[in-house]
């Protein structure tokens, strides 16, 4: 068996296609630009080429997009003082504060100060509790861009069993809740789990989120099995996943490359919050 390719690169194009008619038709309507401020402290070069792109993406879609730099050493207290201001901005209906931050910032502590309604990251604490109770809220953008995927390739997830290595409030516990609430049976792994490779063995579905690079080997991989591979790893001036690809893509039936799977559907699913973001505070009802 060779598994089909997951483009994550054609399916995020489609998605910001989407989004961006749709964001024309709404600004057109009421006269609103979604806005996105993408907030960078430090020089952290990974950091810098993720918010470049988010920025380009969201021009790209008609968005009114804002990058602020802040140098490593500020104060705490002066990039809370800085999510306020944009939390009162009426321009603003997305925040992003890319992580990681320099150690004298309390992460939690600027995600928290987040106004939940611009919380486009889906990180704040009231949207990840509205998510495990199944209400309304902003998705984490890598989990809702996995699903999103599991979508377009009509994977079916109903009674299937669902491997989610890796628990990170990030990726692994919010993507095994939206499994979960597509009626998958789902298992989350981690670095205790007793005999690993038995255990994703099991899995109709496996999402590798762990951060450690080709560790899910080709052969803990179930035969017919989608494999979607979150984790990118720079190993020998190549990005590689947490997914041995050339050894999964004999045994499973879909599996998304790295680079090229899941992290163009990263950006995609932060313009389509933001566009969510910018109608609810807009008080427009329409899509």
Not at 113 to 133: M, S, W
Not at 185 to 210: E, F
């Amino acid at each position: 068996m060779s598994a089909k390719l997951i483009d994550g690169k054609a399916i995020a194009a489609s998605v910001r296609a989407g989004v961006k008619e749709r964001a024309a038709e709404f600004t057109a309507r009421t006269g609103v630009r979604p806005g996105l401020t993408v907030v960078l402290v430090g020089e952290n070069p990974a950091s810098q080429v993720y918010v470049r792109n988010k920025g380009k993406a969201a021009s790209e879609a008609g968005f009114l997009s804002r990058q602020i730099d802040l140098p490593a050493s500020t104060p705490e207290s002066e990039l809370l003082d800085l999510v306020a201001r944009l939390n009162a901005d009426d321009t603003v209906h997305g925040i992003l504060v890319q992580l990681p931050l320099p150690e004298q910032i309390d992460e939690s502590k600027v995600i928290e100060a987040i106004d939940p309604a611009k919380d486009v990251d889906g990180f704040h604490p009231v949207n990840a509790g509205r998510l495990f109770t199944g209400g309304t809220s902003f998705l984490p953008c890598t989990p809702y861009g996995i699903l999103t995927m599991l979508d377009y390739e009509k994977v079916e997830l109903k009674g299937k069993h669902a491997v989610v290595v890796g628990r990170s409030n990030i990726v692994g516990k919010p993507v095994a809740i939206l499994l979960l609430s597509r009626h998958a049976t789902v298992t989350i792994c981690h670095s205790r789990t007793v005999d690993l490779p038995s255990v994703v063995r099991t899995g109709d579905v496996v999402v590798a989120a762990v951060g450690r690079a080709e560790m899910i080997r080709g052969s803990w991989i179930k035969p017919g099995a989608v494999v979607i591979d979150v984790g990118i790893n720079r190993v020998g001036g190549r990005l590689i996943g947490d997914v041995d690809y050339a050894a999964a893509a004999q045994v499973a039936s879909r599996i998304t490359p790295v680079p090229g799977g899941v992290g163009p559907m990263t950006i995609a699913m932060l313009l389509e919050n933001t566009l969510r973001a910018a109608r609810m505070l807009s008080g427009s009802a329409q899509a």
